[in-house]
């Protein structure tokens, strides 16, 4: 049996991947006095005079909502809300298995912006953060913008932001395994999605040398037009010499590869053409943008892929988790840059430095010390930059 039959099976078996668990137990009368009337109405009236204390006497500090609108769901596109659950579930599986984070799955019928902006918005309150998950670009870019005006908890697009810390630890080690210095090199970046406009600022904050964006019209260069509103400012930060062409011809001399983009868009020439030790992360899932033996076969020095069945997979796993545990654990206001450079670092510093090597970039995902080291370097840096709530960390 395959795995998506052995999936759809273990899917009939569950009826569903997650549970809402009591924390208290019902079984008499002062027990039921004290979770309910008459005696819940104190913290609701306490919580009434001080907004803060729902942090204190909720579950809020330490739940998360992950929303979707179902248009971008993996590889499947735009499956709406009813079909989108299984992933949403999935998600929240995690949440609570890497990290102890609850997690609530919330499936939205509507592809209308400010719709879903202002569902989010109102159901808010209830959490202490936000999961943005398989939204399509270019609107999960506006969503991201005007929820983050709209509320006090942090809003975090893991397709965006999970994907590029990642990616960012990857490359920190690759840097070193290489031997060269991050601020030297010219990354080449192909697919200007939700995926790949992160990457390129998360490693603009990382310090890259250069960075070279083509979407499936070419090379992004500043000057020209658009029908996505998001790449004029990645034009205005990207692609410093200013040059023209295809794929091949970002590639040339480039030192390293990340697509985000579709099966088969990268040849062996291709890498031949690129910089000594050239990184290759050919993250398209379920076929990379060219296969990680083909790539080493054509010089690929560092190759990653999105999949578990290569060396180097580049999974969101280690990062989303920890982020949220270390946003809560200090009640950040939201997932600023300094705190996804910090779990990008924590994620890269986790791999002991005696074991890096070529095919050993990242940590183990099924590591679940990771979790912990990025909480608390998330943590400390919304704390440093000023975000935080709460000034002390007790992870």
């Not at 991947?17 to 009236?45: D, F, H, M, W």
């Not at 909502?65 to 248009?71: E, L, P, Y």
């Not at 490359?171 to 406009?197: Q, S, Y």
């Amino acid at each position: 049996m395959d795995i998506m039959e052995s999936a759809l099976n273990k899917h009939f078996e569950w009826k569903g991947k997650i549970e809402i668990v009591s924390r208290t137990p019902v079984n008499n009368r002062e027990q039921l006095s004290n979770a309910y009337t008459p005696g819940v109405a104190k913290p609701c009236l306490e919580i009434e005079k001080n907004p803060e204390l729902s942090y204190e006497l909720t579950r809020r500090h330490n739940l998360v909502a992950v929303i979707t609108d179902g248009t971008a769901v993996l590889g499947l596109g735009d499956i709406g809300p009813e079909a989108s659950m299984p992933v949403m579930e999935g998600k929240c599986a995690l949440f609570k298995e890497f990290a102890d984070v609850d997690a609530f799955p919330i499936c939205i019928d509507s592809k209308d912006t400010d719709e879903i902006v202002n569902t989010i918005a109102l159901i808010s309150k209830s959490f202490g953060g936000i999961n943005l998950e398989d939204i399509s670009a270019p609107r999960c870019f506006e969503i991201e913008k005007k929820l983050k005006e709209k509320v006090d908890i942090p809003v975090f697009h893991d397709d965006q932001h999970g994907t590029a810390i990642v990616a960012s630890a990857a490359m920190i080690n690759a840097a070193k395994v290489t031997g060269k210095r991050i601020e030297d090199m010219t990354l080449v970046i192909n697919g200007a999605g939700a995926a790949g406009c992160a990457i390129a600022r998360q490693f603009i904050t990382l310090g890259i040398g250069n960075i070279i964006m083509v979407d499936i019209k070419g090379i992004i260069c500043d000057g020209d037009e658009f029908e996505n509103p998001s790449h004029y400012e990645i034009a205005k930060i990207t692609n410093k010499n200013k040059i023209k062409g295809g794929l091949a011809d970002a590639m040339k001399n480039a030192d390293a590869f990340i697509g985000v983009s579709k099966p088969g868009l990268v040849t062996q020439d291709m890498i031949r053409s690129m910089a000594d030790k050239p990184v290759v992360f050919a993250m398209a899932n379920p076929t990379p943008e060219i296969m990680p033996d083909e790539a080493k076969a054509a010089g690929a020095f560092v190759v990653g892929t999105g999949r578990s069945d290569y060396p180097n997979q580049i999974n969101n796993v280690v990062a989303f988790p920890g982020v949220f545990k270390g946003a809560l654990a200090v009640r950040a206001k939201d997932i600023n840059e300094e705190m996804k450079l910090a779990a990008a670092y924590a994620i890269a510093e986790s791999v002991d430095s005696n074991k890096l090597s070529p095919d050993n970039i990242l940590p183990d995902p099924f590591d679940r010390n990771i979790p912990i080291l990025v909480a608390r370097a998330v943590a400390q840096a919304a704390v440093k930059s000023g975000i935080a709530r709460k000034k002390e960390c007790n992870l």
